[in-house]
T-cell receptor
């Protein structure tokens, strides 16, 4: 999985509790992304980062926050988990977003989150 | 908003035949289009990228076409094998990210 790890791989939590998912890369890629994947919706971007401390919202950012204090780590936080946030979460990295070589994204193994 | 449709949720094909998957999009003019493969329980894996000024791209048994007039990409797997069974996703470039289709689940029958 291109030097990308996600932790935890599985988590069950209760509604209203905070949850933090971690993505760690060893590729030194500038760009990092968090997606969620749900049946019928495909992969949808939550937040992305274009450098340390530089982040921006994606298509489905409500209820989520992110932080990137080091190049290699990108954290996704659900401040107060809801059942609608039950999903599989994928982290991805890329070297570039401008269409030069390295534009493709490499994905981690995913985290299955269940909110009861 | 942009809409990406992949022709069908599932496609079954006999081993040795050519599998053709379709990706259609609306309300958008991407400069690049990518195809990924996803196996159950795993993250997507990048396969091919094609630029808007490229009509066709090949990699081993894979071929991708990109028709910006029809707003369509076709993904072909020639001489298909059971090991090609997976879900295939197309993805279009946005300003700073990718927009993914929901995927087509391909099953190659021995």
């Amino acid at each position: 999985d291109a030097g990308i790890t996600q932790s935890p791989r599985h988590k069950v939590t209760e509604t209203g509790t905070p949850v933090t998912l971690r993505c760690h890369q060893t590729e030194n890629h500038r760009y990092m992304y968090w997606y969620r994947q749900d049946p019928g919706h495909g992969l949808r971007l939550i937040h992305y980062s274009y450098g340390v401390k530089d982040t921006d919202k994606g298509e489905v950012s409500d209820g989520y926050s992110v932080s990137r204090s080091k190049t290699e780590d990108f954290l996704l936080t659900l401040e107060s988990a809801t059942s609608s946030q039950t999903s599989v979460y994928f982290c991805a990295i890329s070297e570039s977003i401008s269409g030069t070589s390295g534009y493709e994204q490499y994905f981690g193994p995913g985290t299955r989150l269940t909110v009861t | 908003s942009q809409k990406i449709e992949q022709n069908s949720e599932a496609l079954n094909i006999q081993e040795g035949k050519t599998a053709t998957l379709t990706c259609n999009y609306t309300n958008y003019s991407p400069a690049y289009l990518q195809w990924y493969r996803q196996d159950p329980g795993r993250g997507p894996v990048f396969l091919l990228l094609i630029r808007e000024n490229e009509k066709e791209k090949r990699k081993e048994r894979l071929k991708v076409t990109f028709d910006t007039t029809l707003k369509q990409s076709l993904f072909h797997i020639t001489a298909s094998q059971p090991a090609d069974s997976a879900t295939y996703l197309c993805a279009l470039t946005g300003a700073n990210n990718l927009f993914f289709g929901t995927g087509t689940r391909l099953t190659v029958i021995p």
